[in-house]
């Protein structure tokens, strides 16, 4: 079994800067890819950002030059965030996948407001 904890999360003021953190513990497999997903009221979750344990990594569109994914060791990811923007409030989410099997995370909010 897997578990993964974010951390992070809290207000920033539009122009600001957090750093989120996803640590992974349990019995972790070798080659894997793990990913950030955001979910605002009312929509659907979305794919932020993804990084494989080859080091490749993949951003939405919307996030691309403000907000980079990166790894220190096969547990933990990160996620860099600046210029943020009120659009970016959400609940952001850390995700593991390696062979069959998936694993989420509970959650850190994100507000971004004046």
């Known amino acids: 079994q897997v578990q993964l904890v974010e951390s992070g999360g809290g207000l920033v003021q539009p122009g600001g800067s957090l750093r989120l953190s996803c640590a992974a513990s349990?019995?972790?497999?070798?080659?894997?890819?793990m990913g950030w997903y955001r979910q605002a009221v009312g929509k659907q979750r979305e794919l932020v950002a993804t990084?494989?344990?080859?080091?490749?990594t993949s951003y939405a569109e919307s996030v691309k030059g403000r907000f980079t994914i990166s790894r220190d060791n096969a547990s933990t990811v990160y996620l860099q965030m600046n210029s943020l923007k009120p659009e970016d409030t959400a609940v952001y989410y850390c995700?593991?996948?390696?062979?069959?099997?998936?694993?989420w995370g509970k959650g850190t909010l994100v507000t971004v407001s004046s």
């Open positions: 995700n593991r996948r390696a062979g069959a099997m998936e694993y």
């Open positions: 349990g019995r972790l497999i070798s080659v894997w890819t």
């Open positions: 990084i494989t344990s080859g080091g490749s």
